[in-house]
Nanobody, 114 residues
Framework: QVQLVESGGGLVQAGGSLRLSCAAS????????MGWYRQAPGKERDLVAV??????TMYADSVKGRFTISRDNANTAYLQMSSLKPEDTAVYFC?????????WGQGTQVTVSS
């Protein structure tokens, strides 16, 4: 089993910044991919950004140039969000793939006021 602890959400004005973090713990982790997804009210959960164990990144078009995903070790990932817009408001979920199995965090609310 993998446990995910997310932090860093909150309320920010448009144009501001937030940094989300996701720490994974468990036995004999071998996390191949870490990523962030988000879900706004009444909408589906969408990919925001992912990073592989080799450091390859991928972003949704809507956040390119504004968000940066990074990993500082095998089991912790960050999402630096800048130039935030009201449409970025959502619950952000951390996702990891460990030994081919998907795990989700509990979600952290990000609210951007106009």
């Amino acid at each position: 089993q993998v446990q995910l602890v997310e932090s860093g959400g909150g309320l920010v004005q448009a144009g501001g910044s937030l940094r989300l973090s996701c720490a994974a713990s468990g036995r004999m982790l071998r996390i191949s991919v870490m990523g962030w997804y988000r879900q706004a009210p009444g909408k589906e959960r969408d990919l925001v950004a992912v990073i592989t164990e080799g450091g390859t990144t991928m972003y949704a078009d809507s956040v390119k140039g504004r968000f940066t995903i990074s990993r500082d070790n095998a089991n912790t990932a960050y999402l630096q969000m800048s130039s935030l817009k009201p449409e970025d408001t959502a619950v952000y979920f951390c996702n990891v793939v460990d030994w081919g199995v998907n795990y989700w965090g509990q979600g952290t609310q990000v609210t951007v006021s106009s």
